[in-house]
């Protein structure tokens, strides 16, 4: 069997997500034109010897540690598929190449929000769909996928609880913030945003009116649209997340570093301190380990924060004459539900005083 077919074989066996065969195609077929050249165009599959895939790999010698381990267990894969189920090997010509080591997901410089950049968040939006965006990944924590895609059928204002379609299909009944559902039966019930049951809760702005395609006079003048579409690009919620960051001066911050600062948050709590098996539940993880990985980077943190009363003053005098060091730390204003709600009411007058304008033009 030639390598281009095995290939073809393994990114079509099994359900994997366009993302993930993309993946695959990405990395083998460059194997497959490195294994011509090596063997030649009529070489076969089992010609494959461990030397041919470790010179391959050798190419991402110098690539950062995430990327030389992805590239070496696609390999590793893709040769353990044609051992077990092409039965093409006894032993798989990739066995013996260690995947390289990766830093723990604690150790990674992952962007995450602190308290005082959510609040800086909230207050930076100036509009409606800006808003909910950043309350449904803050008091959600959702992935920005879940959060495109719920709709106002899926909120039960009811029993308090909306229904998020999560990765790999999985569907999953979340309760939500007392808070956060009040904010969202107001939005509803008032009607600034389309919100029949189809609609998306983070609504569509009107086309043209996102990157500036229409008169100066009226750029202030947002409007939106209902879309009923079956599937929705997660765009929306990315566009709007760096929107609102950019203004507020937090140009790093996205989706991701929300749904980080929603799990901090929660397990920070104090009528729930630590409590894992909860957040575990709320993020829709399928392993404890995954969800540790929040609690881990917390701990250290907390356990860093011991530095805080460190002094040398009592060894060390301030000398004569010196100017200031320039970054005494800044006073935040207090933060909290009140600030919030106040925004979303000014929001929703902003919008109601727009459509008037609208009515009378």
Same mark, same amino acid.
């Given at each position: 069997?030639?390598?281009?077919?095995?290939?073809?074989?393994?990114?079509?066996?099994?359900?994997?997500?366009?993302?993930?065969?993309?993946?695959?195609?990405?990395?083998?077929?460059?194997?497959?034109?490195?294994?011509?050249?090596?063997?030649?165009?009529?070489?076969?599959?089992?010609?494959?010897?461990?030397?041919?895939?470790?010179?391959?790999?050798?190419?991402?010698?110098?690539?950062?540690?995430?990327?030389?381990?992805?590239?070496?267990?696609?390999?590793?894969?893709?040769?353990?598929?044609?051992?077990?189920?092409?039965?093409?090997?006894?032993?798989?010509?990739?066995?013996?190449?260690?995947?390289?080591?990766?830093?723990?997901?604690?150790?990674?410089?992952?962007?995450?929000?602190?308290?005082?950049?959510?609040?800086?968040?909230?207050?930076?939006?100036?509009?409606?769909?800006?808003?909910?965006?950043?309350?449904?990944?803050? @008091?959600?924590? !959702?992935? &920005?996928? #879940? =959060?495109?895609?719920?709709?106002?059928?899926?909120?039960?204002?009811?029993?308090?609880? /909306?229904?998020?379609?999560?990765?790999?299909?999985?569907?999953?009944?979340?309760?939500?913030?007392?808070?956060?559902?009040?904010?969202?039966?107001?939005?509803?019930?008032?009607?600034?945003?389309?919100?029949?049951?189809?609609?998306?809760?983070?609504?569509?702005?009107?086309?043209?009116?996102?990157?500036?395609?229409?008169?100066?006079?009226?750029?202030?003048?947002?409007?939106?649209?209902?879309?009923?579409?079956?599937?929705?690009?997660?765009?929306?919620? @990315?566009?709007? !997340?760096? &929107?609102? #960051? =950019?203004?507020?001066?937090?140009?790093?911050?996205?989706?991701?570093?929300?749904?980080? /600062?929603?799990?901090?948050?929660?397990?920070?709590?104090?009528?729930?301190?630590?409590?894992?098996?909860?957040?575990?539940?709320?993020?829709?993880?399928?392993?404890?380990?995954?969800?540790?990985?929040?609690?881990?980077?917390?701990?250290?943190?907390?356990?860093?924060?011991?530095?805080?009363?460190?002094?040398?003053?009592?060894?060390?005098?301030?000398?004569?004459?010196?100017?200031?060091?320039?970054?005494?730390?800044?006073?935040?204003?207090?933060?909290?539900?009140?600030?919030?709600?106040?925004?979303?009411?000014?929001?929703?007058?902003?919008?109601?005083?727009?459509?008037?304008?609208?009515?009378?033009?």
């Amino acid at each position: 069997m030639r390598p281009a077919r095995a290939v073809d074989l393994f990114i079509g066996n099994g359900d994997l997500k366009p993302a993930t065969r993309k993946k695959y195609r990405d990395v083998l077929d460059p194997f497959v034109d490195f294994l011509d050249d090596e063997l030649g165009a009529d070489a076969t599959i089992d010609q494959v010897e461990r030397e041919h895939c470790q010179l391959y790999l050798n190419r991402w010698a110098n690539a950062a540690p995430a990327t030389k381990y992805l590239h070496t267990d696609i390999v590793k894969l893709f040769f353990e598929f044609c051992r077990l189920d092409l039965e093409l090997f006894d032993r798989s010509p990739a066995e013996k190449i260690r995947l390289p080591k990766r830093l723990n997901p604690e150790d990674l410089d992952v962007v995450h929000v602190e308290e005082d950049d959510v609040a800086r968040l909230f207050a930076a939006c100036q509009e409606l769909d800006e808003f909910l965006t950043i309350a449904i990944l803050a @008091y959600t924590g !959702v992935r &920005r996928t #879940a =959060a495109a895609n719920l709709r106002w059928r899926d909120v039960d204002f009811g029993k308090g609880t /909306a229904k998020f379609r999560e990765k790999r299909g999985k569907v999953i009944v979340k309760p939500l913030a007392d808070e956060f559902a009040e904010m969202l039966y107001q939005v509803a019930l008032e009607g600034h945003v389309p919100n029949a049951p189809d609609d998306y809760v983070i609504p569509n702005r009107a086309p043209g009116l996102v990157g500036g395609g229409m008169p100066e006079a009226d750029r202030h003048v947002v409007r939106f649209y209902a879309n009923k579409r079956a599937k929705r690009n997660n765009k929306v919620v @990315y566009n709007n !997340v760096k &929107r609102v #960051a =950019a203004r507020a001066g937090i140009p790093d911050a996205h989706p991701h570093a929300l749904r980080a /600062a929603f799990a901090v948050r929660y397990l920070e709590d104090p009528a729930h301190p630590g409590d894992l098996d909860g957040l575990q539940f709320l993020l829709g993880h399928s392993r404890t380990d995954t969800t540790r990985v929040y609690l881990r980077r917390q701990n250290k943190f907390k356990a860093m924060e011991r530095v805080r009363p460190l002094s040398w003053g009592s060894v060390l005098q301030p000398l004569k004459g010196m100017p200031p060091a320039g970054f005494e730390p800044a006073l935040h204003a207090e933060t909290g539900a009140d600030p919030i709600r106040l925004k979303l009411d000014e929001l929703r007058a902003e919008q109601s005083r727009r459509k008037a304008r609208d009515r009378r033009r």
